[in-house]
């Protein structure tokens, strides 16, 4: 299993940024992705989730209202549409999958993609 996250880069505070995730092989099947992000100096950290039948979303507090997660079934794609983003948003985020309710609902995914820097300059 292979997570390929897309769309990083460098914005300033306010704009947007829209992150891909892309699953292969296509024949591969998950409980639920999410994404997650690691600052500098800082552990890595829960930002959003998303159950994969369901479309049922789960955000850490402080993104809601700003990102969105979503995803597209056919493509096997997770997306996290970033608005509103702050200096505090930078990291690098790493999109992650899980193949079983258990580890979708304790956030311990068993599937990890290499991370895509996101920096917010002031």
């Known amino acids: 299993v292979q997570l390929q996250a897309s769309g990083g880069g460098l914005v300033q505070a306010g704009e947007s940024l829209k992150l891909s995730c892309a699953a292969s092989p296509r024949t591969f099947t998950t409980y639920g992705m999410g994404w997650f992000r690691q600052a500098p100096g800082k552990e890595r950290e829960f930002v959003a989730r998303i159950d994969w039948r369901l479309g049922s979303t789960m955000y850490t507090d402080s993104v809601k209202g700003r990102f969105t997660i979503s995803r597209d079934n056919a493509k096997n794609t997770v997306y996290l549409q970033m608005n509103s983003v702050k200096p505090e948003d930078t990291a690098v985020y790493y999109c992650?999958?899980?193949?079983?309710?258990?580890?979708?609902?304790?956030?311990?995914?068993?599937?990890w993609g290499k991370g895509t820097q996101v920096t917010v300059s002031s």
């Open positions: 992650a999958a899980a193949s079983n309710r258990a580890l979708y609902a304790s956030k311990n995914m068993n599937y």
